[in-house]
């Protein structure tokens, strides 16, 4: 048993009503009848996967499903090192089927869309999200509808779209412009809304605190460091570690900690200002375009769960992800896309700065994987050697400084 509560007011909605917010405005959460959720250690053994914790879950037909979840968690000793840590991990989120974390978000919300008789998909998106409807729309047999910032979506995310047949709309504008607007379009269409203001979306995401407790043998990390974007992700794993925690399955709740790009960081800005609410920033800029959001939908959820688990919001700039994104691929052979880079560079920076203690252990989320941005590659990257097919200019290129 579940319903829809909003976080401000507490106001109630049935599992069954297609909303997104409150009538107050306030963002909404599942709440489940905890006690009677009867779930121990023993009934969680078994491989990994969203659909392991089916019991959390607030979906009741057969999942749309592509194996999402089950993504490693690496230890990265190297990384670690160079950091100035003993106990780092990565949840590598690139690793799903798509290559990003939105896939458990999509498998959880495109099988509710069907369980509540919705006939369209749609979300605005920065790439990821996108991808992952488009990819879970085929798969469930209805047609996506997604709006992206024109000339801000990296190719690789934007051919998934493509191909998987989404109506793709390129809008004149940002991702906050394309969001308030799939918003009104879904409205007016009845479209069924999987932007992660959707609180079931949010609900596979949590997955992601279930399997870190899992890989680490039932306990928390003490400290998890994830990019913020539109602020869902954060929010959604903060749930899930804190549900464990509920039902007697870890007992502590990491400390969440949020990465933003400098020149998107409306987030930092408020934890720095102990604000309640942030100020949107008008033009979000960053390399990092999967975070180039200036005005999170999330941000109220993300501020609650970064000062109740005693965590904290740091910027990195455009170098300091580039630079990390290098160091992670070459120290420990972990691709990821920039924004996912921003967790590592986030986690050196607070390091440096003594906001982590040297014996915390620490799980990096690298939500999205390198081959999504291959373009900024190219552009960061040595260019490739090209030589005489000989034996003679092989060897010149290879020992050459
Ligand atoms: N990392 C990657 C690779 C992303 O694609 C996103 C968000 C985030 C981090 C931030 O997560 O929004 O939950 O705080 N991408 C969205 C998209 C906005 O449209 O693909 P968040």
Same mark, same amino acid.
């Given at each position: 048993m579940y319903h829809l509560e909003c976080i401000e007011c507490h106001n109630k909605y049935q599992a069954s009503e297609v909303v997104y917010t409150c009538t107050c405005g306030g963002l909404l959460d599942v709440i489940y *009848?905890?006690? *009677?959720i009867q779930i121990t250690k023993k009934d969680l053994i078994g491989p990994l996967s969203v659909w392991k914790y089916r019991a959390l879950l607030p979906v009741e037909r057969e999942p749309i499903s592509l194996h999402e979840g089950g993504t490693p968690l690496y230890r990265v000793d190297r990384l670690a090192k160079s950091v100035g840590l003993k106990d780092v991990y990565i949840?590598? #989120? +690139?690793?799903?089927p798509t290559g990003s974390f939105k896939d458990r978000g999509m498998t959880v919300g495109v099988t509710k869309a069907l369980e509540l008789g919705m006939k369209t998909v749609a979300c605005a998106s920065t790439g990821n999200t996108s991808a992952s409807l488009a990819v879970y729309g085929a798969r469930a047999g209805i047609p996506a509808v997604v709006l992206l910032p024109s000339g801000k979506v990296a190719l690789g995310k934007l051919a998934q779209a493509l191909m998987h047949g989404a109506r793709v709309l390129s809008i004149r504008g940002n991702f906050d412009d394309a969001l308030k607007l799939v918003r009104d379009l879904c409205d007016r269409e009845g479209f069924y809304l999987l932007n992660s203001v959707n609180p079931y979306r949010l609900e596979g995401q949590k997955t992601i605190a279930f399997e870190i407790a899992d890989q680490l043998g039932w306990q928390a990390p003490d400290r998890l460091v994830l990019p913020v974007g539109n602020a869902g992700n954060i929010t959604a794993i903060y749930k899930g570690f804190r549900e464990l925690k509920r039902l007697g399955i870890i007992d502590s709740v990491p400390k969440m900690t949020g990465i933003q790009a400098e020149g998107a960081c409306p987030v930092v800005r408020a934890i720095r200002n102990n604000a309640a609410m942030i100020t949107p920033e008008g033009k979000p800029e960053t390399v990092a375009t999967a975070i180039r959001i200036g005005n999170p939908v999330n941000a109220r959820k993300a501020l609650i769960a970064i000062i109740e688990s005693g965590g904290t919001a740091e910027t990195v700039s455009d170098e300091e992800i580039i630079r990390a994104q290098h160091e992670l691929a070459s120290l420990e052979g972990i691709g990821v896309e920039p924004a996912s880079a921003s967790s590592i560079g986030g986690l050196r920076k607070l390091v440096d700065m003594g906001a982590? #203690?040297?014996d915390e252990s620490v799980v990096c989320v690298t939500? +999205?994987? @390198? @081959?999504?941005d291959s373009e900024h590659v190219l552009a960061v990257c040595p260019k490739p050697i090209e030589i005489d097919a000989t034996i003679e200019a092989v060897r010149r290129a290879v020992f050459s400084c």
């Open positions: *009848d905890y006690s *009677d949840k590598h #989120e +690139g690793m799903n982590i #203690e040297k939500t +999205g994987h @390198l @081959l999504k």
